[in-house]
C-alpha cells in the first residue's frame, strides 16, 4: 500500500454517527459540554445548541500556560484555571481514549460522573480518535 498502512479496520463515519446520536440524547440544547481530545468536536456536530467552551474546540492549539484568564478568553485561548472552571461547570465530558489518563483518579469519581457505554467500533482505531462519553449525575 502505498499510502502506508490503514489506520482503522472499521467504518468511522459509520461509529461517529452512533456516537452522535447518543451525544445528542444525552446532551439536549444548552447543556455544558467539555471538550477534550483532537476528535472530542466530532459529536458537537450532532447536538446543536450545546454550550462549549470555544478556545476546547481547538485543542491543545488553543492551549497557553499564562495567568491572565480574562486575556486569554477575549483572544481564543484557555489554561488551567479555565479548564477547571468550565470543567466545574460542564454536564457532559468528551474525553479522547489517549486523554483519559488525565482523568481517572482524579476528576472523574463513580460519585460524580457516570460514563455512557458506546459502541466500540473505533476500537481498531489510533486511541486519539476513541471517545468516551460521561455525564454529571
Known sequence: NSQGPIACETNV????EEIG????GLAPPGTPVYLDGRVA?????????????????NDVFGYMDLPDTDWLL?????NEAIAL????TAEVFVI???RLHNWDDKYILP?????????????TC????????FHRK
Open 13 to 16: 463515519l459509520a461509529a461517529y
Open 21 to 24: 446520536r447518543q451525544f445528542a
Open 41 to 57: 468536536d466530532v459529536p458537537l456536530l450532532y447536538a446543536p445548541g450545546v454550550v462549549v467552551l470555544p478556545p476546547q474546540v
Open 74 to 78: 477575549r483572544n481564543g485561548f484557555w
Open 85 to 88: 472552571e468550565w470543567r466545574d
Open 96 to 98: 479522547a481514549e489517549d
Open 111 to 123: 460519585q460524580d460522573l457516570e460514563q455512557l457505554q458506546l459502541p466500540q467500533a473505533v476500537s
Open 126 to 133: 489510533p486511541v486519539e480518535d476513541q471517545l468516551h462519553l
